[in-house]
């Protein structure tokens, strides 16, 4: 078994297996569709959104993009989600966040039906989650626990260190540690003694969003570290929150970036949207 795990060869995995269930449900006349909405023109938003198309045409779905003007109104962006929600042939709908200041993300957020609302974001959703009981997992966290699942590490009885408390990330992912039984301390910005708590964690999650923010000297010997963060390093250079070369030598197990949890969050998106074909064709 490999230390490093790679999200690159596990995601192809996952989309494999998307693609497959795709041609069933193709064969049963039922035709999976991701609707995507940009709002602006902010260009890392652009590169998600031309990911998130690509993948789609990959394990065969529809994808349908609306990209709005960056001075759309909350009444244009809310009417085009109604219209969306009753619109059979779109089965996700993803609102590419973050959006322009004067939209209001919870209220577009709300807005989209629980039922189509892959990212799980929507209140209801959220809620689902906390209490085991869900129908679609907010996409990275879902990717982290793949990741754990397919190096085979053992979550019941560890302890688990979530670094960072967002509702997208941190929140989730503690939550699906503890679903497996896993013993969990959730970080952030207002922790006192980080180094001494991430010391004591088997597993150790990064969701920071600050450049090579975990050393070495913060991880024990042995433990598996999964790397949310995307960042750029001073020189420009892509990187995660855990700096990666001191690490990596005493971690037990290690996600890199790039091709680590970012391309898991992809394809559980495409394990969503699958989903919610299902749900709304009375299959699952
Ligand atoms: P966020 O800014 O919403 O949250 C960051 C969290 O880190 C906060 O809860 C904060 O309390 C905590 N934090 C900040 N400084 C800290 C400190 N000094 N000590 C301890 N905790 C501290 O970010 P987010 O949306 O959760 O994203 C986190 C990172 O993950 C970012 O780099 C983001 O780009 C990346 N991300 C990656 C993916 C993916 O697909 N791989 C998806 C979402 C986010």
Known sequence: MSKIISGKEVSAQVREQVRKECEELKAKGVDPGLAVIIVGDDPASRVYVNNKKKACADVGFVSEEYALPAETTQEELLALIDTLNSKPSVNGILCQLPLPEHLDEKAVINAISPLKDVDAFHPSNVGRIMIGDYHFLPCTPAGVMELIHSAGIEVSGKSCVVIGR????????????????GTVTIC?????????????????????????????????????????????????????????????????????????????TIAMLMKNTLKAAKLQNGMD
């Open 188 to 264: 952030h910005s207002r922790t006192k003694n980080l180094t001494e708590i991430c010391r004591e964690a088997d597993i150790l999650v990064a969701a920071v969003g600050r450049p090579k923010f975990v050393t070495g000297d913060m991880v024990k010997e042995g433990a598996a570290v999964l790397d949310v963060g995307i960042n750029r390093d001073e020189n420009g250079k892509l990187c995660g929150d855990v700096d990666f070369e001191s690490v990596e030598p005493k971690a037990g197990f290690i996600t890199p970036v790039p091709g680590g949890v970012g391309p898991m």
């Open 166 to 181: 967002s509702n997208i990330v941190g929140k989730p992912m503690a939550m699906l540690l503890l679903h497996e039984n």
